[in-house]
């Protein structure tokens, strides 16, 4: 009898390594997403929605039976629905905040990016003066109404949220805003796309003193599958990064990742 089960055992081991994880039950996850795009990560081109993290989780979705939607939205809806668990169960591209965290659970990040602050020249001809992250509480900030800037560490600094990209870079240009604090790619995977004009006055620069920011899929704490859907996220991250699968993906959208 014994020389049957240490086969037996090989068998299950190898049907569980390598079958879906989700195979005996479909799964459906409601997502929603920043209806402007947040390129090269996820947007739309030709009605269709592609992207770097976008792709990566459409593959391990598609590979564990986890049917799934997006509904493109303002961002501020988005957050507020799937934190809810109303519209949405989750959103594929998002930083990590204590507010947000007690609504949601998150994934292993799925990429970083690179904080910075643009700027116009017209203003700050000599470039902008910033030595540490401190610094930016001297100016007058503008950002995005919903996005978080919490790794910015601006605590109680006034800021003037406004309802897209394309205001800001407009108050950037013409005097409203003096800096706008933002990862490096995502103003210029919207300019790549034509959904933003970014004014030959703009540059950017890096700040000093702060890391790079980790994005994650978060799902809602009251979404009943959350837990099982990051647990297969996590472990098929892992498992794409240790094939070079991730890399791939990510350098057909960003040469330098």
Same mark, same amino acid.
């Given at each position: 009898m014994r020389r049957y089960l240490k086969p037996l055992r090989i068998f299950y081991f190898l049907f569980f390594i390598f079958i879906p994880l989700n195979l005996f039950g479909e799964i459906k996850l409601k997502m929603c997403d &920043? #209806? @402007? !795009?947040?390129?090269?990560?996820? %947007? =739309? $081109? @030709? @009605?269709k929605t592609i992207g770097a993290s976008y792709e990566i989780l459409d593959m391990i979705f598609r590979k564990n039976r986890i049917k799934y939607?997006?509904?493109?939205? *303002?961002?501020? &809806?988005?957050?507020f629905a799937a934190s809810q668990n109303i519209e949405a169960? !989750?959103?594929?591209?998002? *930083?990590? @905040? =204590? $507010?947000?965290a007690r609504f949601f659970y998150y994934s292993r990040p799925l990429y970083q990016t690179k904080p910075a602050v643009f700027y116009s020249i017209k203003k700050y001809t000599n470039g902008l003066n910033l030595r540490r992250l401190n610094d930016? $509480? #001297?100016f007058k900030i503008c950002g995005i109404r919903g996005y978080n800037y919490a790794h910015y560490k601006l605590g109680s600094t006034l800021m003037t949220q406004l309802g897209d990209m394309k205001k800001v870079f407009r108050g950037l240009s013409y005097g409203g805003c003096e800096i706008f604090p933002s990862e490096v790619e995502i103003p210029f995977g919207l300019a790549l796309i034509g959904k933003l004009r970014i004014g030959s006055d703009i540059e950017w620069k890096r700040i000093p003193g702060i890391k790079y920011n980790?994005? %994650?899929l978060m799902l809602s704490k009251k979404y009943v599958h959350a837990r099982k859907v990051l647990g297969i996220v996590n472990r098929e991250v892992k498992r794409l990064r240790k094939m070079g699968t991730e890399k791939m993906v990510f350098q057909k959208y960003l040469p330098n990742f």
């Open positions: &920043d #209806k @402007n !795009g947040w390129p090269p990560f996820i %947007y =739309r $081109k @030709n @009605n939607t997006i509904n493109f939205m *303002s961002w501020h &809806d988005c957050i169960n !989750g959103i594929m591209n998002a *930083s990590y @905040n =204590r $507010k947000r930016l $509480k #001297k980790n994005f %994650y």
